[in-house]
């Protein structure tokens, strides 16, 4: 069964630092892997998606996929109060045609002001 | 851009009701919309995955005669619960994929469904 795991937290860092998510994935063909955040009560949102080796910064977040050792993490530079959400990894395991992605159950961020 | 609808945001139900629940791609053509459903402080279970103009493939343990739905066009997607019970109370997510970036997947707000 392919699945995607991950630390459910909750994590609590203090506001300015750096927060790290991890997530790995049990298929070594995956090709697609992102970072949803969802707030509470509200429906995820997508903020990082990655697609090869290494590491891909967009503002304060750094997502970072290692295929040999099937593992994607996302860091958050200076952690703010508003960063404060259950993150989602997601890996897209099908092949050709097919679009689902299998999620993980989530880490529950807390920053900490 | 990227932005999926969905309507209604919530609503309360009678036991043994029908609800039509709304999704739709405002800025994009979808070429798979997905159903999910969340209980609370669980993790997003998908339900079905639906294509344009083809029947809604469903997930194991998910009734499809509970659960209908209709993908019309690239933009537009419905999921009625029928015969609504209290235990189908729950926060029911629609996303879409864009004909561009076929990966990613784009998630409506939601709709809070409460069945009495």
């Known amino acids: 069964q392919k699945e995607v795991e991950q630390n459910s937290g909750p994590l609590s860092v203090p506001e300015g630092a750096i927060a790290s998510l991890n997530c790995t994935y049990s298929?070594?063909?995956?090709?697609?892997f992102f970072w949803y955040r969802q707030y509470s009560g509200k429906s995820p949102e997508l903020i990082m998606s990655i697609y090869s080796n290494g590491d891909k910064e967009d503002g304060r977040f750094t997502a970072q996929l290692n295929k040999a050792s099937q593992y994607v993490s996302l860091l958050i530079r200076d952690s703010q109060p508003s960063d404060s959400a259950t993150y989602l990894c997601?890996?897209?395991?099908?092949?050709?045609?097919?679009?689902?992605?299998?999620f993980g159950k989530g880490t529950k961020l807390s920053v900490i002001p | 851009g990227a932005v999926v609808s969905q309507h209604p945001s919530w609503v309360i139900c009678k036991s043994g009701t029908s609800v039509k629940i709304e999704c739709r791609s405002l800025?994009?053509?979808?070429?798979?919309m997905f159903w999910y459903r969340q209980f609370p402080k669980q993790s997003l279970m998908l339900m079905a995955t639906s294509n344009e103009g083809s029947k809604a493939t469903y997930e194991q343990g998910v009734e499809k005669d509970k659960f209908l739905i209709n993908h019309a066009s690239l933009t537009l997607s419905t999921l009625t619960v029928t015969s609504a019970h209290p235990e189908d109370s729950s926060f029911y997510i629609c996303?879409?994929?864009?004909?561009?970036?076929?990966?990613?997947?784009?998630f409506g707000p939601g709709t809070r469904l409460t069945v009495t």
């Open positions: 800025d994009f053509q979808a070429t798979t």
């Open positions: 996303s879409a994929n864009s004909l561009q970036s076929s990966y990613e997947q784009y």
């Open positions: 298929d070594r063909v995956s090709q697609s």
């Open positions: 997601a890996v897209n395991y099908s092949g050709a045609g097919s679009y689902q992605l299998t």
